[in-house]
């Protein structure tokens, strides 16, 4: 079932997002914490993607097993950059005969090491380019779009991002799903300004645990600062009292409110970046009333 028809079913819903191991003698753990995560009756997953072929075969693997063997709904995620049609016509036919029925349509970001990639030179140049061929070559499919609501870092401003956002729903988007924030004002003011340009779709708020500094460092250097508004500070006020113990204890204890905050204000559900650990997820649910 197509998850934007599965939305209006559940409210709030939990959805969740894991990553295929590279490694696939690792592949036994990771579905055993995804096992521990299944009793949370999430009403998807999301799988990510390998750009270049990287990962793209375990992801097609992962998200047969989560489906098959488990019983879960799972959303394939597809990035287009530096991708051919031809290529990508052969990702979603297989999915599709796997019986997956959600992709979430993404750009990408440029193969590592290539220091001259243009965007202007490839087929696909932006992720609207994606939706619109998903759409016209598999319309049955249910396609889910990225929103980040700091503003993409490519963007003049962020009414130049809204627009954008727009353009991708658009050309056939169902729903969004946000990357990571950590002050829940900033995705309630990006769906409100969202709503304005008339954008109807549900967007879902993506929560992602800070679990150590090395972690936030690594978030701060990929989307700047910015997307922690003032909570950087205090986690690393946490690691200098009580190290990475500390910054864990906060890291759950901010996403529990976040995520708390959320479902009062009457968001559909929250997704939630597992960084493929069930026992912080748990936490997490344990911490908040869902109802």
């Not at 889910?144 to 050309?171: F, N, Q, R, Y």
């Not at 954008?199 to 997307?227: Q, Y």
Request: net charge neutral.
């Amino acid at each position: 079932m197509r998850i934007a028809d599965l939305i209006p079913t559940r409210r709030p819903f939990l959805s969740l997002e894991f990553f295929p191991p590279k490694e696939r003698d690792t592949w036994p753990q990771f579905f055993a914490e995804v096992d521990k995560l299944k009793a949370l009756n999430p009403l998807f997953v999301s799988v990510t993607y390998g750009a270049g072929g990287g990962t793209q075969a375990n992801t097609l693997d992962v998200v047969t097993h989560l489906k098959r063997e488990m019983g879960l709904t799972p959303m394939a995620h597809l990035t287009c950059v530096g991708a051919s049609s031809q290529a990508l016509h052969g990702f979603l036919k297989a999915i599709t005969e796997a019986g997956i029925e959600n992709v979430l349509a993404l750009r990408g970001d440029p193969p590592k090491g290539v220091t001259d990639f243009r965007f202007e030179d490839q087929e696909f140049q932006h992720a609207s380019d994606l939706v619109r061929f998903i759409r016209a070559s598999f319309p049955d499919m249910g396609i889910g779009v990225a929103g980040i609501p700091t503003m993409h870092p490519e963007s003049a401003t962020l009414d130049d991002d809204l627009k954008w956002l727009k353009h991708k729903v658009d050309c056939g988007g169902q729903f969004v799903v946000t990357q990571l924030f950590f002050e829940n004002d900033l995705y309630l003011n990006y769906v409100a300004r969202l709503r304005k340009r008339g954008v109807t779709v549900p967007v879902l708020p993506g929560i992602m645990p800070i679990l150590s500094m090395k972690s936030a460092e690594f978030i701060a250097g990929l989307n700047g600062r910015a997307v922690f508004g003032g909570f950087y500070e205090t986690l690393q006020a946490a690691f200098l009292k009580g190290g990475d113990e500390a910054v864990r204890a906060l890291g759950l204890a901010h996403a529990s409110r976040q995520v708390q905050g959320l479902i009062d204000s009457g968001v559909p559900g929250v997704h939630l970046y597992t960084l493929n650990r069930a026992e912080a997820c748990l936490e997490i649910i344990n911490n908040i009333n869902l109802r």
